[in-house]
């Protein structure tokens, strides 16, 4: 027994609820199912930057006006080493900038607007298995207690790096892990900079973000095995210091913190039969280049494009060509991720000739336009298809 809809979505962040609203403005009927509450996924702090795209792709879905009010515009970033500050212009090497907006206010501005649409996200819901996906695709499901199966004509598996959704079949997984995680902190301090400070240290990678004019962002490099209990506030606070080389920065309470992994997976294809994964379900980045809910985002772009032209036109030529169309930008920004990484973080070892061959590069992508362009356009959001027009 259970409920049918046309696309049965597993997960409530970024990738299935911006699908559910693209699928519903083509007037496509989608049920979303998520296994945390409503409260636990509007309070998830993570990433915190749009590329111009995304924020336009929110704006002209007509769900960016918080965005635009409150979102901060930055047209470059600074970056740090050795005593130096050097700035890349965005905006000046490649005519976009970024929007400094936290993904969970990106989250409540699209749960908000589904339920004010009348759609059918169903918190507290985990999706246990999926069936049927050659011709009869359903979702099996946990509610209050009581396992039941949701029909759909397909199913979206937007539900992250630990769903259930991209397991099993012939797909071909790529994969790397790094020997460090990123400590984040979002502080009732006021940021010390009016761009986010990327900063190479001897001491290891930090990153000073934002999110308002009272809130800041900060992360540290940390060992991959490292625990939250080896640090106390006063070390955070010191350490942060050192490696931004920031006097203006001012310790403050501490509203949440966590220790990320820093990972580089992606899945090929990201589609069988009447499957589709999308954003982390199916790649995931090292959160260095700030791709992961750009990449999530216009994923689901393609794919809302795809099922509006099956249910228009009963044509699947769009469809068949989705995990191909996206996985060109994804393996960019799988690329540039892993490139940031390599070049702002510290091995564990300590190697001085990697050291010095960081710095060099530091260097030159500070003071030669062709390097910083890269740097730029790999940051704002490149896409091969956008160069070919
Ligand atoms: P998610 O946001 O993970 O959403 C998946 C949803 O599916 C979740 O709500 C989950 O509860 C739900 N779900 C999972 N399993 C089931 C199930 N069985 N049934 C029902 N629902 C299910 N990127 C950056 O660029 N910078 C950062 O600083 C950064 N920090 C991060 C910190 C953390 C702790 C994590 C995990 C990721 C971070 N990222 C960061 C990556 C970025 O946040 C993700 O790329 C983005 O969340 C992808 O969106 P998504 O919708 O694909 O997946
Ligand atoms: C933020 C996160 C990132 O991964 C990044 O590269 C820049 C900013 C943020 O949370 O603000």
Known sequence: MGAETQVGIIGAGPAGLMLSHLLHLQGIESVVLETRSRDYVEARVRAGVLEQGSADLLSSAGVGDRMRREGLVHDGIKLRFEGEEHRIDFRALTGRGITVYGQQEVVKDLIQRRLDDGGQIWFDTQATSIDGIEDHPGVSYCRDGKALRLSCDFIAGCDGSHGISNGGGESRTYERSYPFAWLGVLAKTPPATDELIYAYHDRGFALHSMRTPE???????????????????????????????????????IIEDGITPMRSLVIEPMQRGQLFLAGDAAHIVPATGAKGMNLALNDVRI???????????????????????????????????????????????????????????????????????????????????????
């Not at 060992?223 to 955070?236: F, G, K």
């Open 303 to 389: 794919l809302a494009e795809g099922l509006s032209a099956w249910y228009r036109s009963g044509s699947r030529d769009q469809l068949d060509r989705y995990s191909e169309q996206c996985l060109r930008r994804i393996w960019r920004a799988e690329h540039f991720s892993a490139w940031m990484t390599g070049l702002l973080h510290r091995d564990q070892g300590g190697d001085p000739f990697e050291h010095k061959l960081r710095l060099s590069y530091l260097r030159y992508v500070t003071t030669s336009t062709a390097a910083a362009t890269t740097l730029a356009e790999n940051y704002v959001g490149y896409d091969q298809l956008d160069r070919r027009r």
């Open 215 to 253: 809130i800041s962002r900060l992360y540290l490099q940390v060992d991959a095995d490292e625990t939250m209990a080896n640090w106390p506030e006063d070390r955070i606070w010191s350490e942060l210091r050192l490696r931004l080389a920031e006097p203006h920065l001012q310790p403050g309470e």
